[in-house]
């Protein structure tokens, strides 16, 4: 299986996901899971990999939602400006669904994601994302008083 596996992860080198290379890896499990989750620190994985496999993650995110919360919030702090830009606005779109669900019981608090979101808009982000960023930071600290 690892050796599919990185033929997959190879294939992920795109500006787009592969809806079937996607899939391929989905239906892998939660043993895939738990290894893409430390994969995606591997430093010789391309930028495109690392957002690819990041966005992999983000749909497999309930086999360990506190784990994907976790490392969701350590990549908003990448260097890469793009994949710092995927992660925050992977993150956003995590509390939108933790605010509509709130029985997936999704461990993801507003007053820490504004935190990591504050660092990142700092460091830099995309214009529309940083937009978005911009607007969750405001709504979150006005939520607050």
Same mark, same amino acid.
């Given at each position: 299986? $690892?050796?599919? @596996?990185?033929?997959?992860?190879?294939?992920?080198?795109?500006?787009?996901?592969?809806?079937? !290379?996607?899939?391929?890896?989905?239906?892998?499990?939660?043993? !895939? =899971?738990?290894?893409?989750?430390?994969?995606? $620190? $591997?430093?010789?994985?391309?930028?495109? *990999?690392? &957002?690819?496999?990041?966005?992999?993650?983000?749909?497999?995110?309930?086999?360990?939602?506190?784990?994907? !919360?976790?490392?969701? @919030? =350590?990549?908003?702090?990448?260097?890469? &400006?793009?994949?710092?830009?995927?992660?925050?606005?992977?993150?956003?779109?995590?509390?939108?669904?933790?605010?509509?669900?709130?029985?997936?019981?999704?461990?993801?608090?507003?007053?820490?994601?504004?935190?990591?979101?504050?660092?990142?808009?700092?460091?830099?982000?995309?214009?529309?994302?940083? *937009?978005?960023?911009?607007?969750?930071?405001?709504?979150?600290?006005?939520?607050?008083?």
């Amino acid at each position: 299986m $690892d050796n599919t @596996l990185e033929k997959l992860i190879k294939q992920l080198h795109s500006k787009r996901l592969s809806d079937n !290379v996607a899939n391929e890896i989905i239906k892998l499990g939660k043993p !895939v =899971f738990d290894y893409l989750l430390a994969k995606i $620190d $591997d430093p010789r994985l391309t930028e495109y *990999q690392v &957002i690819n496999l990041l966005r992999i993650l983000y749909q497999m995110k309930y086999h360990n939602i506190t784990q994907f !919360v976790n490392k969701l @919030l =350590f990549i908003t702090q990448d260097k890469r &400006i793009d994949v710092r830009s995927t992660a925050s606005f992977l993150s956003i779109c995590l509390f939108r669904i933790k605010k509509e669900f709130p029985e997936l019981n999704i461990p993801l608090e507003g007053e820490v994601l504004a935190h990591f979101l504050h660092k990142s808009l700092a460091m830099e982000l995309h214009q529309t994302i940083g *937009q978005q960023v911009e607007s969750f930071i405001q709504d979150n600290i006005s939520f607050k008083s």
